[in-house]
């Protein structure tokens, strides 16, 4: 079945059919998720904030624009309210020292456990750099590579040029990797 | 935008590293940025926790009228405050200006100025509503804004609950049913009555050093 078109969704939830937006929320409820935990590494975390991206994109969907691409939009919401909830978080607890359980839960034993392993020491250590850059390069990274956005995506989520998307993504590798560089070093 | 990164961004976008490599051109920090994005795009894709979709569903308040929304705002009881705090550059200058004319006096700005520094504290607040298909939590702390603060509901038992953030303080609240019925929180440490025949209820949230 072909999919509905959000253009059409959102003209129906404005008419009031509220359960139109069930299919946009079933829709990206993942990438929405996916991108608040990468912000904040907290699922916990990525709860409120992914369910409050969705409350704020219901609340201001009159302002939504035909023919603008709904994922941005959300994109630009779920930044915002990331952005909003670690500055009020870092007033409470600094994030560097925190753990970071990616592996908690998941089967781990049988046949290819080691690489699995390494594999999610990789990510736990990556995620932890990540939240040692700076948020506004942090946010246009995880765009470019884990959500493959393009630079003109990226500068619209952000709400800047696509000059600006391209230097952030490029200081934001440039801090990943000399992140990545003194922990190579420290570790025996 | 300097022509390099520029020029990197693109190899990198290209997976051309191999290429650079052989040519010898900046191998080195290509190859480590290389193998950062191969990283990144690798990174595990999560799915939302289940139940996420009916979680949001259930949070949506309900669309009101432009003329609903403004009837609510003339009945709603609203508190002016003021915060200079940050302003402390403004609070002086008001203060150089002779303030006291206009009836504000120094001791309270300074009052106001010192409770927003205040420790913030968690307080949660709890009903029972078990037919309740939305609850929110209205008080003098948010000038009694009704679609602020939304409680969750545990999915058995009918209760619900909101952990909201409150300088140390008195505070009056409602709770306010299905978005129309104000309801006085029956387990409320006291009662205020609120001029119209209701009663609020009040909470005294402790600084954390007396909790």
Redo the contacts between chains.
Sequence with gaps: MAEVSEGVLVEEILA?N?DA??IL??RY??V???LA??MTGS?EDA?DI??ET??RA??SLSRFRVGEKFFTWLYTICINVSKNFLR?KS??LRLQGAVYE?TIGRDISGPGAEECLLKCE??SQ??GMLLEVPEHYRAA??LR??DGLSYEEISHVLGITV?GA??R??RG?DK??SL??EKGATEP | MKPEDERILKMLDRDVVGEAEAAGEGAGELARLHEIVTELRGLETLEAPLGFTERVMASLPQRRSLWARFKDFLMRPHVIKLNLAWEAGLVAALLAVGIQGYGLHPHRVVAIAERSFAPVVHARFIVKAPKAREVTLAGDFNNWRRDQYRLTRAEADGVWTVTVPLHPGRYKYMFVVDGQKWQTDPLAESYEHDGFGNENAVVEIPSPEQA
Excluded: T, W
Aim: zero cysteines; hydrophobic letters at 35%; charged letters at 35%.
């Design positions: 009031g509220k937006y069930r929320v079933e409820k993942n929405v998720f996916n935990y990468r699922p709860l992914s369910q969705f409350i219901y609340q009020q007033r409470r990616e990789e990510a990556l995620q990274v995880l590579y884990k000059s391209k230097m993504v490029k590798l990943l990797r990545k560089q």
